[in-house]
C-alpha cells in the first residue's frame, strides 16, 4: 500500500515537472504560424535548422553579441537561438532558449553547458517588436489548421 502510494507521488511529480516551457516564453500572441516564422527567422538572422513541421527554428552559431561565430580549432565557447512555437490553435506561445556549447577537450565534441536567460529575453524582445511590426492582419487563417 505505501508503495504504491509513493510511487504515485512520483509519478504525479514528474508528470508536473515535464510540464515546464524553458527559456523565455512570449504568451499570447495572436498572429497566424507563418507570420511567426517570418518575424522569427528575420530576428534570429541565418537559420541552421527548421524542424519538419516549421514551429521550431535553430539559428546559426553565434557569440554573446550574436553575431555569426566563424568556427576555428581555438574557438572554446560558441552559442545558438532556439524558438519554438506553442499551441494548437490561436493565441501562440513562442518560447526561446539561447543555449551556450563549450568544446570538451577530452570527448573532443560540443556540450551543452547552460542556458543563457538574458539573451533570450533579448531575442524574445526583438521577436515581439518584429511580430507587432507586422503589416499583415492578425485575423488571416492559419494554413495549417483553418478551422
Not at 11 to 22: A, H, V
Not at 72 to 97: C, D, F, H, N, Q
Not at 106 to 116: N, R
Amino acid at each position: 500500500m505505501i508503495k504504491t502510494r509513493n510511487f504515485l507521488v512520483l509519478l504525479i511529480g514528474l508528470f508536473l515537472s515535464s510540464c515546464t516551457t524553458p527559456g523565455v516564453v512570449i504568451d499570447n500572441s495572436n498572429y497566424s504560424i507563418k507570420q511567426h516564422r517570418v518575424a522569427i527567422t528575420a530576428a534570429l538572422g541565418l537559420v541552421r535548422e527548421i524542424s519538419q513541421n516549421g514551429r521550431t527554428v535553430v539559428s546559426v552559431f553565434h557569440d554573446k553579441s550574436f553575431a555569426e561565430l566563424e568556427l576555428t580549432p581555438k574557438t572554446k565557447e560558441r552559442y545558438y537561438t532556439k524558438a519554438t512555437i506553442l499551441g494548437a490553435i490561436r493565441p501562440y506561445r513562442v518560447s526561446v532558449e539561447v543555449l551556450k556549447e563549450v568544446r570538451d577537450p577530452e570527448l573532443k565534441a560540443w556540450v551543452v553547458v547552460d542556458s543563457d536567460m538574458r539573451m533570450a529575453a533579448q531575442r524574445a524582445s526583438v521577436i515581439e517588436k518584429l511580430l507587432n511590426q507586422s503589416r499583415d492582419e492578425g485575423g488571416t487563417f492559419d494554413q495549417e489548421a483553418p478551422f
